[in-house]
Structure formats: C-alpha cells, structure tokens
C-alpha cells in the first residue's frame, strides 16, 4: 500500500470517527459522558479510582442504593434487619436477573462477598469488609452476613463496595477479561470497550429500579481540559467532569449548559512518615505552617470551599470543629524546621497525578511557598496509572491526591490511615485502636467523640499536608436533566432528557 493510500485511510478513518460522535451526539436517547482519564478497568472490585468506579457503577449494583445522607435505600435488596449486633439478614427483591440472564440471588450474594475478600482477586475495597466474618446463605433469596463486631458503617461501605456478580460467568473468567467486560446488573450493560477508546453501555430492561432513561451511554476519555469544554461546547458531549474555574467562567457567558457541584473533592499532600525527613513530625508541621492555603483556594478556586484543619472534612460527622487550620508561619516552619536538624531545608520531589483538576497550577503554588523555608521542591507530573502504581509500590516522597468529602468517616479514614489498609506511608498503633474502635461502635454520640479524638491526633501528627475542600464542577448540558451528587460519583440512572 502506498503512503498516499494510508494517508487517504487514515483520513476516512477519521472522518468516520467524528462522524460517528456526532452522530450519537444528536441522537436524544443516547448520552455521551466525558471523563478527564480513561477507567484503568470497569470491574468494581478490581478498581478504586474515581474514574473506573464512575462507569462500573453503572453496570454492577449492590445490595443496597448509597444516600446522600450516608444512609441507605433499598437495592438489589428489598429489606434487611440486624437480628443482634453482629448479624445482618438480608432479603432480596424475586425475580431480578443479571445481565447474562443468570439469577440475582442469596448464592450470588455469597459468591460476590469471597470474592471480594479473596487473596486471588486483591481487591482495593477487601479491607472494608475484613469486619465481616461469614455470609450464609438462609434460602434462595435470604442472606446473612456476621460480624466478628458491631460494624457501624457496614451498610454504608457495602452500598458502595460490595458489587454483587454473576457467579457461573465470573468463576469461568479470567479476572483482567473480566475487568475488561464486567458482567453485573446495574442499570447498563456493557456493550463494547477497547481501551483507548470509548466504553459503550446499552439500557438493560430488567434493571430493579426501572429502565434508564437513556438507551445508549457513552463514557469518552479527554485529558485535556480545553479539548473537554470544546466538545461540551459544540454539542458533542452532553455532561463533562473536571470543569475548572477558567472553564466554568466559559460555559456560564457561552449560555450553553449549566454547572452542577458534587461533593467536595479534599485535594492533600502525603508525606512519606516511614523513611526520609518526614519521620520527623516537626518537618511535617512545619511544612504544614509553610503554605498559605487560603491564598491558594481564593487565587484558583475564586474562594470557594472549606480549609482543611484536619484530615476529616468539617462536613462529615466527626470532624473535631474546634480545630482551627495551621495558619501560614514562614518564621515557623523555619524554626521547627531548624529544630529537626534541616536549618538549609532540604530537597524533595513531590509527585501527582496529571488528571486532577488544576493540579499543575496547586503543585507549582505549594511548590512556590515551600521554597521560602527552604524546601527545594523538585514537581514531578505523572500519568494516573503510573501515579497510582508507585503510590501503591511506597516509592513517593511527597504527593498529592485527594479523596472525597464523605458523610461516613470510616469510609475514607480507615483505608488511608489504618495498618491493616493501605500501609504505604503512615502507621500508628494508637490511631489503629481508635479506628477499629470508631467502626465497632454503634452509638453515633460515642462515634463521634472517638473520631474527634482521631482528628486532633492526625493534625498534631501531621501526616498530611492539610490544603481545602473544593466542589467538584460538572457541566450538564440544557437538554440533560442531572444534577451532581454528594458522593461525586457518575450515577447516570439518574439523568434523563430535560423537560421541553
């Protein structure tokens, strides 16, 4: 074939490919959702970042449907009650099937909870449910579940983490084929994915709640901020995440959609407390007193949001209200500083994940005040799996992530500061005991003195750099009825066409 032949391919490809978006773009019953990264996989046990979850979300479901409150509503579940403090019977609706027309029942429930648990499958979300001792099966559509403990948030994290598969279709494949082409039954089915390119769903009928509005949704992948509001913009997308300021500025004067917030995003720095200069808890405060957040928040985020005292957000139950932010304190951060044996500073790299809304702009900011103590500040941008990969591999410094602003404060406590979760870059013995604690009790008065107690020991501990809560902007467009949730994450069962 001749170069002009594959240029001339190459451009009918092309062509056919913005067609085929434009196409779809126009057609009412489908829906085109962009993301700023592509889902690493669509499997909701295999995957934890936001972006994978947003699309598994809607092809698994789970016992029981997440509230904005941090309560419950019924699922997959039609009833359920705590027979004593450690057991759990769980009713499920008759007659609902998955998507590959096998039954969802008491055995798929079981089945689903192994092999979440499971050493094989290495879940991210294992840890959440590690309260969790038995699950029998009672009949064909009753379930128990036992605990080595009163679990207090129990409900709460199995209405997010606990997806409930097909057992005969999971069991035959292979677990990356299977986070390839998740089978479940949300709302959507999966009709086709290859990575790189857009994941398409398709309405499933059976679905518990209803069919969805919509029979077609499509999940599109664009990195680049402006390429995002550009396809908003022409008409080729219909709800866009990752809106900056700058960009919701254009959308709001461009009179062409709306902006709708979910539920604050706590962007923070993590400081590696194992090994390196942040062993020293006086380095870690004084980084801490050393950049003016609030400067920051008003500069890129036109002063919205919340400072961060502590690493439980102030709007989730627990959070120790009396905190107060570490102010900015060049003097000292340089005296403590000094104190811990660095009066010069030191060098430090701090790394982050490319696809995190206005990350640059926070990285080159923070980077910019810690220079005046005397930290030398090496910025080192990464794509979101290798991020990910060396996060997870205890290979950074210094980074930047975030995690949302929840209503359960074990969701997102326990999996970044207990021994037993993540382990990567902070142990403590004393803040393991208040956390298992915090998730064995039951009286939400008594809950809320003990994560009080374990929010004034992380901000005096300082294993973060504490920054903000910001809202999460999407923008929506006229012809789409959606509105952002607190959780953040992409429930599209809830869109549908906007009311002439």
Request: net charge negative.
């Amino acid at each position: 074939m001749s170069v002009f032949s594959r240029s001339v391919g190459a451009a009918f490809v092309a062509l056919a490919v913005l067609a085929g978006a434009a196409n779809a773009a126009e057609d009412p019953r489908t829906l085109i959702v962009v993301q700023s990264a592509e889902p690493v996989g669509l499997d909701a046990m295999q995957n934890s970042l936001q972006h994978s979850l947003n699309v598994a979300f809607n092809i698994q479901d789970r016992l029981f449907d997440p509230q904005e409150d941090g309560g419950v509503a019924p699922g997959l579940a039609e009833s359920w009650e705590f027979t004593d403090d450690t057991t759990l019977v769980v009713h499920m609706r008759p007659g609902l099937t998955f998507h590959n027309g096998e039954p969802v029942d008491a055995e798929a429930v079981r089945y689903s909870f192994e092999r979440l648990v499971s050493p094989e499958l290495a879940s991210p979300h294992a840890g959440r449910m590690e309260q969790i001792e038995s699950v029998a099966v009672i009949d064909d559509l009753t379930v128990q579940f036992k605990t080595k403990a009163p679990f207090a948030p129990m409900l709460h994290l199995m209405s997010y983490y606990l997806a409930i598969v097909p057992p005969i279709a999971t069991a035959a494949t292979e677990k990356d084929a299977f986070n390839r082409m998740p089978i479940g039954a949300g709302p959507y089915r999966i009709e086709s994915w290859e990575r790189g390119g857009d994941v398409v769903l398709t309405a499933f009928e059976g679905y518990w709640d209803g069919p969805p509005a919509y029979d077609k949704l499509i999940f599109k992948a664009i990195p680049e901020e402006s390429a995002r509001v550009a396809s908003f913009l022409t008409g080729e997308s219909q709800v866009i995440e990752g809106v900056s300021v700058r960009s919701q500025a254009t959308i709001d004067k461009s009179g062409k959609g709306t902006l709708t917030d979910s539920m604050g995003v706590m962007p923070y720095v993590g400081l590696n407390t194992l090994k390196g200069p942040f062993t020293d808890v006086r380095v870690r405060q004084a980084v801490n007193y050393g950049v003016n957040r609030a400067l920051i928040k008003a500069a890129l985020f036109n002063d919205r949001g919340i400072l961060a005292a502590g690493p439980i957000s102030p709007r989730t139950f627990g959070s120790d209200l009396s905190l107060q932010p570490y102010p900015y304190d060049v003097e000292k951060a340089k005296a403590l500083l000094a104190e811990a044996g660095y009066p010069d500073g030191f060098e430090i790299r701090m790394s982050y994940p490319t696809n995190m809304t206005q990350i640059q702009e926070q990285a080159q900011a923070i980077a910019s005040d810690l220079e005046k103590i005397g930290l030398k500040v090496t910025l080192d941008p990464l794509d979101r799996a290798v991020m990910s990969e060396r996060y997870k591999n205890r290979e950074l410094e210094m980074y930047i992530y975030w995690w949302d602003d929840n209503p359960e404060p074990d969701r997102y406590m326990y999996s970044l500061f207990h021994s037993n979760s993540r382990d990567y870059y902070y142990k403590n013995a004393s803040n393991d005991a208040l956390l298992d604690k915090g998730r064995s009790t039951l009286d939400r008065s008594e809950r809320v003195k003990i994560y009080n107690e374990i929010d004034r020991n992380l901000y005096e501990e300082a294993p973060w750099l504490y920054l903000y809560i910001i809202p999460e902007t999407y923008a929506v467009a006229p012809s789409v009825d959606y509105v952002g949730r607190r959780d953040g994450f992409l429930f599209m069962r809830f869109a549908k066409p906007a009311a002439n």
